[in-house]
C-alpha cells in the first residue's frame, strides 16, 4: 500500500464519528453499568436497613414489655423478639427474602439472625438483627459479613397490671367482647390464653380499652375495636391461683337458703344448695368465707346483696353466681386471712364449666379477684359494672362481655387496704422505651 493511500485511510477513519462513538461507549459501558448498580444496590441496600432497624425497635419494645411481665426470662424475651422481628419483616420487607428469620447462629444467605440479651437489674433488652450474604452486586465487595447489623435497646421505666387473664387454651372467644359492649382497663394487660385464630375477640360495635392486649393465638374483630393494637402468638400466661386450693369439705351450715322480702344478715359458713336473695329483700354478709356448695348464690326480683371483707367459695355441682337486672350488688374482698383479696373462687376441681353471670342494674363495687377456672364470667348488663371499685381482678376460663355492658377495670391498688394476690395485679412490664 503506498504511503498516501494509507495516510487518506487514516484520515477518514479520524473523520468518522460514529465508530468513535461506539468504541468509546464500549469501553465506557461496564463502568456506567456498574455505577447504576451501584447505586441501585445502595437504595435497595440502605432501604432493608431500615426495614431492619425498624423490626429491631419493635421487637425490642415487645420483648422489654411482655419479658417483663414474664420475670425478664432471657429465653422468653428471645421468643418473643424473634416472633416479632418476623412479623414485622414480613409484613414490610421490600425483598422476599427478609421474611425469613432464624434465631440460629449462623443464618444462611439472605436470612436474619436475631440475638436477645436481657438486663434484668437496668430492666433492660437489648435486640441485634443481622443479616449475612444478601446478594448485594456492589455493597457486598465493601463490607464484611453480617452486611446488615442494626441494634435496639428498649427498658421498662414503671409498672403493668395484669387485670384480666382467660385460661382456656384452645376456645374461640377464650376473651370476648360483642354487640355495643365495653371493657375499659386503661391502666391494665388483658390476656388471652387460647391458641384459636380467634381466640382474642372484640366484634361488631364493642370496644376495650387498655394499656396491652396480647393473644397466645390470633385476634377476631378489627383493630379500631381495640385502643392497643394486640400482640399475637404471645406465651400463655400460666394461672396464678391454681396452687390456693379450698377449704377441707365441711359439712353444711346452711341448706337451700332463701331470703325473701327482709332486711337480714348472713352470716359465713357452708351453704349446700345455695343462696337465694328474692322478692326485694336486703342481705348484708358479715365478713368471712361463704362455700357455696351444690347450688347458686343468685338474686332476683329487687334483691340487694352488700359485703365487705368477703370471700365466696363455688364447689359441686351447679355451683354459680346469678345476679340478675333487677338487683343490687356491692362487694369487697378481705384484707387479711388465707383468701385476702380474692373475692370470688372457683374450685378448680370443679366438674363443669359453669356460667357465672352479671346482670345488675347497679354493680359499681366489686373490689378484689374474681377467680373461675372453670367458669364463664358473663356480664350483659345495660350499665357500668364495677366503676367504684379500687380495683379489679378477673381470672377465667372465658370471658364473654356483650350486649351493652360497660365494664369498668380499674388498677388504683394505693387506693384501698385489700391486697393483690400474687401473680396478678402490677407486674412490670408498663411503659417501655427505647433507649437508641
Known amino acids: 500500500m503506498r504511503l498516501g493511500t494509507l495516510k487518506a485511510t487514516m484520515l477518514a477513519m479520524a473523520k468518522d464519528r460514529g465508530g468513535n462513538f461506539a468504541a468509546g461507549f464500549a469501553i465506557l459501558a461496564p463502568l456506567l453499568l456498574g455505577l447504576t448498580g451501584g447505586a441501585v444496590d445502595m437504595i435497595a441496600y440502605n432501604r432493608n436497613m431500615q ?46 427474602s427478609l421474611a425469613l428469620m432464624t434465631t440460629a447462629s449462623a443464618a444462611p444467605s439472605g436470612q436474619v439472625r436475631v440475638d436477645t440479651t436481657v438486663d434484668k437489674p437496668n430492666r433492660t433488652v437489648s435486640v441485634t438483627l443481622e443479616m449475612d450474604y444478601y446478594p448485594y452486586f456492589f455493597v457486598g465487595f465493601f463490607r464484611n459479613n453480617p452486611q446488615i447489623r442494626v441494634s435496639s435497646q428498649a427498658n421498662v421505666a414503671n409498672e403493668m397490671n395484669i387485670c384480666i387473664i382467660g385460661l382456656d387454651p384452645l376456645a374461640s372467644g377464650t376473651v370476648q367482647l360483642s354487640g355495643n359492649a365495653k371493657v375499659t382497663a386503661p391502666k391494665c394487660a388483658v390476656y388471652s390464653n387460647s391458641v384459636a385464630t380467634n381466640g382474642f375477640a372484640a366484634k361488631d360495635k364493642s370496644f376495650l380499652t387498655s394499656d396491652y392486649n396480647c393473644s397466645a393465638g390470633g385476634i377476631d374483630g378489627p383493630l379500631t375495636n381495640f385502643s392497643t393494637k394486640p400482640t399475637t402468638d404471645c406465651r400463655p400466661v400460666a394461672d396464678p391461683l391454681a396452687a390456693r386450693g379450698v377449704p377441707a369439705s365441711a359439712k353444711c351450715n346452711f341448706t337451700n337458703k332463701t331470703v325473701s322480702g327482709l332486711i337480714t344478715f348472713l352470716n359465713p359458713g357452708v351453704y349446700c344448695g345455695g343462696i337465694r336473695i328474692t322478692n326485694m329483700a336486703n342481705v348484708l354478709f358479715k365478713p368471712g368465707t361463704y362455700i357455696i356448695k351444690d347450688g347458686e348464690l343468685k338474686s332476683d326480683l329487687g334483691g340487694i346483696l352488700a359485703a365487705k371483707g368477703v370471700t365466696f367459695i363455688f364447689v359441686g355441682n351447679n355451683s354459680r353466681f346469678n345476679f340478675d337486672a333487677t338487683t343490687i350488688i356491692g362487694f369487697s374482698a378481705p384484707e387479711t386471712g388465707a383468701y385476702a383479696g380474692i373475692l370470688f373462687y372457683q374450685d378448680p376441681a370443679a366438674p363443669s364449666l359453669a356460667t357465672f353471670e352479671v346482670s345488675s342494674k347497679d354493680a359499681g363495687t366489686l373490689l378484689g379477684t374474681i377467680y373461675l377456672p372453670n367458669g364463664i364470667f358473663k356480664v350483659h348488663a345495660a350499665n357500668k359494672i364495677g366503676e367504684k371499685s379500687a380495683y379489679t381482678v378477673i381470672v377465667a376460663r372465658k370471658l364473654d362481655i356483650g350486649a351493652m355492658a360497660d365494664l369498668v377495670i380499674n388498677a388504683d391498688y394505693a387506693l384501698t387496704k385489700v391486697p393483690v394476690p400474687s401473680g396478678i395485679g402490677p407486674q412490670g412490664g408498663g411503659n417501655a422505651r427505647l433507649l437508641n
Open 51 to 96: 426495614r431492619m432497624q425498624n423490626a429491631a425497635d419493635a421487637a425490642a419494645l415487645a420483648a422489654a414489655r411482655e419479658g417483663s411481665l414474664k420475670g425478664w426470662d432471657e429465653q422468653i424475651a428471645s421468643s418473643i423478639a424473634s416472633t416479632f422481628a418476623a412479623e414485622n419483616l414480613g409484613q414490610a420487607a421490600p425483598d422476599a
